[in-house]
Antibody
């Protein structure tokens, strides 16, 4: 079955760029039908959707983060099945656990769900 | 902007039925999903498309959605069901409710 794993630095300095990678196994992100998403959870708080990318490279972002976010894929090497998150100009408010997840979205009915999720990675923004 | 509202906490005795609600304007016109999150773990999908259970999710989990309220029901609640539960739907973007802490005592 499909599994996802986040990776990247656990500590980022204020004003710098947070960069994370999600490695997908058990299924190709280049096949249509799914969207590949990032979600974050501030310590002790709820879930916040960041954005997603589809197999063609089309992206859709949370309007509240859109000016600072880039989600991209890297399938140039067939052995890599990854998508990435870059969040620039970070502040302490960006400290959170970041999850990647596969997203199912039926575009006509907007039936949608996230499954499965990666285990998450804690990113702390601090000098 | 559209919001999904959940009660912060719900308590239930073992073996009883727990109901967790999620409210939003005309939520019944949208599809709702539910996630279980245990401490230190990532969320797990327990209900999608209002009332469908993914493979591996026990039958005691069920869902409904009508009017302005979606409900996650756990029948015969077990100690292992103690967790945070989040509802999720689509408005102009994917949205999550604020979460409900289910305590089994």
């Amino acid at each position: 079955q499909v599994q996802l794993q986040e990776s990247g630095p656990g500590l980022v300095k204020p004003s710098q760029t947070l960069s994370l990678t999600c490695t997908v196994s058990g299924g190709s992100i280049s096949i249509g039908g799914y969207y590949w998403s990032w979600i974050r959870q501030h310590p002790g708080k709820g879930l916040e959707w960041i954005g997603y990318i589809d197999f063609s490279g089309s992206t859709f972002y949370n309007p509240s983060l859109k000016s600072r976010v880039i989600i991209s894929t890297d399938t140039s090497d067939t052995s890599d099945n990854q998508f990435s998150l870059k969040l620039n100009s970070v502040t302490a408010a960006d400290t959170a656990v970041y999850y990647c997840a596969r997203y199912s979205l039926w575009t006509h009915t907007h039936n949608n769900w996230f499954d499965p999720w990666g285990p998450g990675t804690l990113v702390t923004v601090s000098s | 902007s559209y919001e999904l509202t959940q009660p912060p906490s719900v308590s239930v005795s073992p073996g009883q039925t727990a109901s967790i609600t999620c409210s939003g304007d005309k939520l019944g016109d949208k599809y709702t999903s539910w996630y279980q999150q245990k401490p230190g773990q990532s969320p797990v999908l327990v209900i999608y498309q209002d009332n469908k259970r993914p493979s591996g999710i026990p039958e005691r989990f069920s869902g409904s959605n009508s009017g302005n309220t979606a409900t996650l029901t756990i029948s015969g609640t077990q100690a292992m069901d103690e967790a945070d539960y989040y509802c999720q739907a689509w408005d102009t973007t994917p949205l999550f409710g604020g979460g409900t802490k289910l305590t089994v005592l």
